[in-house]
């Protein structure tokens, strides 16, 4: 029997979502801001990429980079972008929040989980910056989260597959564990074989170079760490195209 499996691609553009799609993505991460792990996107990118695409579109709640311990005015924007995504059509939601000490912060999370409702809510990658992941894994699955986003704890899916393959062991069903983090071709089929995961998360992109003639190499408009200023990175389709292919050849 052929295990059905499903890859979630993360998007940023209308660009990338429709080459998901077409690559054969059955599901989308909306976000703004790849950069910086993904931040959520404006309400007019979902607006046109559900005039583009037909599959569910999980719209990422996350006021900005750094840490996952929020004020309490970062958590009104949370709530407030999670209403204006619903009204706007939002499929459902990717988000997550943790205590100082590196705990679920559940009281938080039931807040978020009640404004998403109806709409199943993922748990992001914050789930990588837990202190233990079997006590957090298990108040994830008392909150009603449909998934879990991770890396293993890890600096990538690959290195964290001891944990993954451990999380998936003991989720049992009662929520799905879905790796994510540089996932390529070169790894996918270890990753997917070493853990037993119905699900998979990567961004599939590669670099297209701007089509701007004219170049002012003196400013930067970010941190020096940021993107090349005239780099794109979109989702390929043919990437997305051979990732789902491993996908269907592995299991």
Do not use: W
């Not at 559900?50 to 999980?58: A, F």
């Not at 005015?73 to 949370?78: A, K, R, T």
């Not at 989260?145 to 393959?165: H, M, N, Q, W």
Request: glycine share 10%; charged share 25%; net charge negative.
């Amino acid at each position: 029997m052929a295990e059905s499996f499903l890859m979630e691609v993360c998007v940023d553009s209308v660009e990338s979502a429709i080459n998901a799609e077409r690559g054969g993505a059955g599901r989308l991460e909306l976000c703004s801001s790849l950069l910086e792990g993904g931040l959520t996107p404006s309400l007019g990118l979902l607006h046109i990429v559900k005039l583009y695409v037909k599959i569910p579109i999980y719209v990422m709640i996350r006021p900005r980079g750094g840490d996952f311990l929020y004020s309490d005015l970062e958590v009104e924007v949370m709530r407030k972008d999670i209403e204006l995504m619903k009204n706007q059509g939002a499929d459902g939601f990717v988000l997550g929040a943790l205590t100082e000490d590196g705990r679920v912060d559940t009281e938080l999370c039931m807040d978020l989980l009640a404004t998403a409702r109806p709409l199943p809510v993922t748990f992001h990658r914050a789930f990588d910056m837990v202190h233990d992941p079997a006590v957090a894994l298990e108040a994830l699955v008392t909150l009603g989260f449909e998934r879990v986003l991770t890396s293993g704890c890890d600096s990538s899916a690959l290195e964290g597959l001891p944990l993954i393959k451990r999380l998936i062991d003991q989720a049992k069903g009662r929520i799905t564990i879905m790796p994510g983090g540089g996932i390529t071709e070169r790894n996918l089929q270890r990753i997917l074989e070493g853990s037993g995961a119905q699900e998979f998360h990567c961004s599939a992109r590669s670099s297209k170079d701007s089509a701007m003639k004219f170049r002012n190499t003196c400013v930067m408009m970010g941190a020096a760490f940021s993107a090349p200023e005239y780099g794109l990175k979109v989702a390929d389709v043919s990437k997305v195209r051979s990732l789902n292919a491993i996908a269907k050849n592995t299991l």
